[in-house]
């Protein structure tokens, strides 16, 4: 049989008061609507509920094995109801940030600090993703805003924000004779021609537009890039360059997590700079979604 909650609820009501009146009065209902539908759940049951006379109302043998498990079924019920709504509040103020590195340059505190204090309930939750995916959980849904570098596959579904705008370098094995010549140029730096025939490292074919972006196609002139390898991280990165499989470029910011145990980086002219981004779905106007790009704004250099 399917019996409703709100049976349940008018039947445990009248058994703690033993007064259809005060019971109606505490249920906000007409006396007359909750003795009929006392009366349609004892049918429903088959069997009577209460005893009623003109002095008192108690409850029947039948009435008695009912009532504790009608408690539990409500407070049960109760309990699923505190669960959803603590489930929906964790949905609407969770914030799912996607990066493939770490952006460092300070920007994870400073985003955190300007979402909190205009949605202090905001609980910002970190996705590293593989390479392979330049828009860093975006493009499947996985994260709600992201960190990324420019310029993104399918631009035109994501809102973009600059927070980063940094030259480029090349990462060189260790002993490599770009080095030496970098050392003896007056500004440090080396031109992208002197790379033209070094094998490069490569992101995934997945990334799209950003793969070629790290090979400088721009400046290649139509000549195809040299491929060492195809790296997913910033660690097979380092491995990669160490090992003498190719150099690779990378941002300023970036340097950190490659330039260690003999592998250098000095810049490169001929090459425009990265540009590091906060983005997000064009068409997600959630509030925290919005306050995370609008904090980007406010310690971001330029918005795309």
Do not use: C
């Amino acid at each position: 049989m399917d019996v409703h909650g709100r049976d349940l609820r008018y039947f445990t009501a009248v058994a703690d008061e033993l007064n259809f009146t005060r019971a109606a009065e505490r249920l906000y209902v007409s006396q007359p609507a909750l003795s009929k539908q006392i009366r349609m759940l004892e049918k429903q049951l088959g069997a009577e509920l209460f005893v009623r006379d003109r002095r008192s109302v108690r409850l029947t043998a039948v009435g008695e094995a009912l009532l504790p498990h009608a408690r539990g079924v409500l407070a049960a019920w109760q309990a699923a109801e505190t669960a959803v709504e603590e489930a929906r509040a964790a949905e609407r103020d969770t914030l799912v940030v996607g990066m493939s590195t770490s952006p460092g340059r300070g920007l994870l505190p400073a985003l955190r600090t300007r979402l909190m204090s205009g949605h202090p309930a905001a609980r910002p939750v970190l996705h590293q993703v593989n390479w392979a995916d330049p828009t860093a959980g975006l493009a499947d849904g996985s994260t709600d805003v992201a960190f990324v570098w420019l310029p993104l596959p399918d631009g035109e579904r994501y809102r973009t924000v600059v927070v980063a705008s940094e030259p480029r370098l090349v990462a060189l094995p260790p002993g490599h004779p770009l080095t030496a010549r970098a050392a003896a140029d007056p500004e440090g730096a080396v031109d992208f021609s002197d790379l033209a025939d070094e094998p490069f490292l490569a992101l995934p074919p997945e990334a799209g537009p950003l793969r070629d972006y790290w090979l400088a196609l721009d400046a290649r002139e139509g000549r195809a890039p040299r491929i060492g390898g195809v790296v997913a991280s910033a660690e097979e990165t380092h491995e990669a360059v160490a090992n003498g499989q190719g150099v690779v470029l990378l941002a300023t910011g970036n340097a950190p997590l490659i330039v260690r145990d003999e592998v250098t980086a000095v810049p490169v002219r001929g090459i425009t700079p990265s540009r590091l981004a906060v983005a997000a779905r064009r068409d997600d106007e959630r509030a925290l979604v919005r306050a995370y790009l609008t904090a980007a704004r406010a310690v971001g250099v330029a918005e795309a």
